[in-house]
Every structure is written in C-alpha cells, then in structure tokens.
C-alpha cells in the first residue's frame, strides 16, 4: 500500500502548499496530487515549487485532459518536472470535468476516445519518438518530436487514468499505469476493479495502481471531522446518479433537499441535512483509529494507492500530522 495526499491550489496558496507537502513527506506520505481546475492557481508552477523543496515526493497533476491541455504540451510538462524532481514525476489525465467544459466554449465530444489518443501521443512522446501521422481522429501528429527535454527513459512517466464510469475503467486498464479514481467506500470499489482486472488481463498487464481518491476529514474529535466533512458529502451527493446513491442506501428526497439547498447556497440547510449516511457513503471520516480501520478495508477491497483528499479535515496541519500516525 501506498499513499497520496491531495492539495487544492485555490483555498490555499503556492507557498502553503508546499509546506504542506514538505510536511507530508516527513510523514512519509508517498504522492502528491496537485489538483488542475482552470478558476485556480495553475498547477504546472506549483508542481515545479514543490519538486524543488522536497527528495522523495512523488508528484503530479490530479488532473489534466486533452481538451484543455494537448497532449505534446503535457508531455513536454511531463518530462521537464521529471527532470526538475530527478525522476518523480507522475502525471493523472481524465476525460475532462463535462460540466466545466462548456463554460470555457468547449464542447466535450468523445471524451473517452480523445482521451485514449492523447494517453498513447503522450508516451510516445515521452519516448523520444517522432509521431507521425497515422489516422487518429483528434492528435495525428505530422512529426511531433521532443527535441529539448531530458526524456524519462525505459520506465517513462507513469500515467493514471481519473476514472470513474465503465468506459473509462476500462480505458484506464487498458492504456494506464494507475486509476484514480474518486471514491471513498469498498463498495464502489467492488464495481470499478473487476472492469479494470479484465482490461488489464485483455492487454497482459501486471502491477497496475488502484488509487482511491477519497474525501478525507480526520481529527481527534469524531464530531469536529464530521462537521467538516458534511459539505464535501453533500456535494459528492448531489452530482451523484440515482444508481450510486441506491447502492449506497441513501434517501434519494433528502438528497434532493441538499441539491436544492446547495443550489441557493443554504449551507445552514445543508449541514442539517446531511446524514451519517452521506458520510459513510462518499467520505472517509473521523479519528484515527477510525480512519485506520476505513484504510484497511479499502486494502482489503483491492486497493493499492489511498489518496487523502479535501477537506482532511478542521486544520489542514493537524490532519497531517495525524495521518502520519496511522500509516
């Protein structure tokens, strides 16, 4: 087992951030996942501060797509963070945020597909390979090269696929290295790995990475973490299909209490309406002993990379420090 520790370069700023990781790898945290949302600081300079203050950090984008980023522009990233971080360089790639999208003028045609082209255009790449034309839809390169970056080598940089629906699953066994993938109960996790073992069976792939990119909240007082993770909850809720939140047994009218209350930015209301059920469905949450325990089952349930992710909890310090004792 290994473990992540997601940072949101927008509530908190460049400097904090890697102080946070500095403070992770002294807990021996393995992966920094810096997340890329276009309305926050960019993720590529802050990556770069962070490989320079720290020596074993992993680190990388959590995550890009070929939508907004092409793939040779994040290969060339790729390779030039590698060779800042001396071979720590990891890069997480999706299928793009398809409500965000739009807002930008973009529009989202054939996520899965366009993002199987930029996964295969950025390892070649990264490879030193000339990519020349060959038919593909959205990337055929007419000799595209790396000619100034320090290339990675034999072992390339590892890709992890955001994954989420079937499709993508899929495609992430298929053409990944990992999956992140944005969930933080053994139950999905039941669902999401027996598509990607049979994807990676399909193509004789071994040692693939299953990242749980969970909703983290811990503290010594159960109340306090649920308390801060209520909001993350109701909105992991809210965007949910009918489908999830009855495999979670949850009260589909209360969720749409809370789609309605964060629609008119009640967070009163919301905090009233979330449930230890929302919780324990979307959230991995409470006192150490607690998260340990949650840790474990996700092992259990198959994965091997558990990333902490947002809110950790009421101080973003002590969550850290806590974490450190658990693992």
């Known amino acids: 087992m290994t473990y992540g520790i997601e940072f949101v370069p927008g509530n908190v ?26 309305n926050n600081r960019h993720c590529y300079p802050v990556l770069t501060a962070v490989a320079q203050a720290t020596t074993t950090l992993k680190m990388g984008p959590g995550i890009m797509n070929s939508f907004t980023d092409t793939p040779a522009g994040m290969a060339s990233f790729a390779c030039t963070l590698n060779e800042i971080s001396d071979g720590r360089a990891v890069l997480g790639i999706g299928p793009g945020d398809l409500s965000t999208l739009p807002k930008l003028a973009i529009d989202p045609v054939k996520p899965v597909a366009r993002l199987g082209e930029a996964i295969d255009q950025i390892r070649a790449l990264c490879s030193g390979a000339e990519v020349k034309k060959s038919g593909l839809q959205f990337f055929d390169y007419d000799g595209a090269k790396l000619t100034g970056v320090t290339l990675p080598g034999k072992k390339g ?60 909240s811990i503290d010594k007082d159960e109340k306090k973490a649920k308390k801060a993770a209520k909001i993350v909850a109701a909105f992991i809720a809210a965007g949910s299909p ?27 209301a919301v905090g009233g309406l979330v449930t230890d059920k929302e919780i324990e469905a979307f959230t991995i949450c409470g006192t150490p002993d607690i998260i340990r325990q949650k840790c474990e089952d996700l092992t259990k349930a198959g994965v091997t990379q558990i990333i902490f992710g947002s809110p950790l909890g009421p101080d973003m310090t002590n969550s850290i420090r806590l974490l450190g004792k658990i693992m």
């Open 13 to 38: 700023n460049v400097k904090q951030v890697v102080n946070y990781c500095k403070l992770a790898e002294s807990k021996d945290i393995d992966y920094a996942w810096i997340t890329n949302h276009y």
């Open 157 to 216: 940089i590892p890709v992890y696929v955001g994954a989420q629906g079937p499709k993508v699953l899929e495609l992430a066994g298929l053409k990944g290295d990992g999956a992140l993938i944005n969930a933080s109960n053994p139950k999905d996790f039941d669902v999401a790995i027996p598509i990607i073992k049979a994807a990676t069976e399909k193509v004789g792939k071994k040692n693939f990475d299953v990242g749980a990119y969970t909703a983290l």
């Open 242 to 268: 009918e489908a999830l939140l009855q495999r979670h047994g949850l009260d589909l009218a209360n969720v749409a209490k809370i789609k309605d209350a964060l629609a008119r930015f009640d967070f009163g």
